[in-house]
């Protein structure tokens, strides 16, 4: 069965740290591009951070950059989002998402993606 599924979520304080990952199964993320996005109630899906598993780019929105980090373990078929210094405003359901590889002018976009996983929820809050 083809599927990505995230874990890792949960409350944390601001400031605070979290590991989101997403594990591929019945498919190999070698030649996939893999992006996380989030969604906040009332607010539209964000990409939010990218990686290009043929040549390893990664790409970041503004919002998350120098905070977040997004990284591969082939061995695992993985990849995770390691985030940092999270605010209020980080509040939401993450999605991971894989498909062919693109660039910087597309990773952003949901149509590009053929595999999507189930969602995991991000709670920033004291």
């Known amino acids: 069965q083809v599927q990505l599924v995230e874990s890792g979520g949960g409350l944390v304080q601001p400031g605070g740290s979290l590991r989101l990952s997403c594990a591929a199964s019945?498919?190999?993320?070698?030649?996939?591009?893999i992006g996380w996005f989030r969604q906040a109630p009332g607010k539209e899906r964000e990409g939010v951070s990218y990686?290009?598993?043929?040549?390893?780019?990664?790409y970041y929105a503004d919002s998350v950059k120098g905070r977040f980090t997004i990284s591969r373990d082939n061995a695992k078929n993985t990849v995770y989002l390691q985030m940092n210094s999270l605010k209020p405003e980080d509040t939401a359901v993450y999605y991971c998402?894989?498909?062919?590889?693109?660039?910087?002018?597309?990773?952003?976009?949901?149509?590009?993606?053929?595999?999507w996983g189930q969602g995991t929820q991000v709670t920033v809050s004291s």
């Open positions: 019945g498919f190999s993320l070698d030649y996939h591009g």
């Open positions: 998402a894989a498909g062919p590889p693109v660039g910087t002018m597309w990773w952003r976009q949901a149509r590009v993606y053929n595999k």
């Open positions: 990686i290009n598993s043929s040549d390893g780019r990664t």
